[in-house]
């Protein structure tokens, strides 16, 4: 790695915690935000480089052949990794006990299938149901009125613990527009995260992206995901 990487990265991620401690002041109260470097398309040296010398705890791969490739190379040093991307049943095998926490459960298959492989290899897996805030016929997530339903059908899955909920605004130029979304996801956390169940434990909302992290922490999130504001534009040719 170049000196000039190392100082790209390492100015970068200190202007995004900047602004992350920045959002959390103005928010207000005393609950943490935590911040998750993505970094889809970028080499495993790039979050070794920042868990070493800007102390990031926790990165997120949306794609599981990345993910087990850097798995790896990070496992061992003082950072989670987490599965953030749509996770296909045929490769829960890849993430499934090695994800501190997969963001995307969006059905009971899925849902079966992680069960079944944690009761095989004795492991437990917590999980986020991601929801589609915007009802958008492209994206992935329940709807929000499934939410209740769904939870309840989890809670017969005794090696899945459920940890809270995932949103993703839709595409906007407007703030307002984003902000409605990210207020309506955290509305729908608290009225279906306060009631106790038997695999939950304490429940994390994430949400906010490069484009919208800001925003979304004003309105309630606990992690934000943040890649190209750290890494770079993606480069999807490498």
Do not use: W
């Amino acid at each position: 790695m170049t000196e000039e990487r190392k100082k790209e990265l390492r100015d970068n991620y200190l202007r995004v915690a900047e602004r992350i401690d920045k959002a959390v002041s103005k928010r207000g109260g005393d609950r943490p935000v935590r911040l998750l470097a993505a970094s889809k398309t970028y080499p495993a040296e790039d979050i070794i480089y920042l868990i070493e010398n800007c102390g990031l705890e926790l990165c997120g791969e949306n794609h599981a052949q990345e993910f087990v490739e850097k798995y790896d190379a990070v496992s061992n040093l003082n950072c989670r990794m987490d599965f953030i991307g749509h996770l296909q049943t045929n490769k829960v095998k890849y993430i499934a006990g090695k994800a501190g926490l997969i963001h995307s459960l969006d059905s009971v298959k899925l849902a079966s299938e992680i069960q079944k492989y944690c009761e095989k290899h004795d492991l437990f897996q917590n999980v986020l149901v991601e929801i589609n805030i915007g009802d958008e016929e492209t994206k992935t997530g329940i709807s929000k009125e499934y939410l209740p339903e769904f939870l309840d059908e989890l809670a017969a899955f005794d090696r899945i613990r459920v940890a809270g909920m995932m949103s993703m605004a839709p595409k906007s130029d407007k703030i307002d527009e984003i902000r409605k979304y990210f207020r309506e996801s955290y509305s729908i956390f608290l009225d279906n995260f306060t009631k106790k169940r038997h695999n939950t434990i304490e429940p994390v909302l994430s949400m906010g992206m490069s484009d919208s992290f800001e925003i979304a922490i004003e309105e309630g999130a606990d992690i934000v995901r943040v890649g190209s504001l750290i890494f770079g534009n993606r480069n999807y040719n490498k």
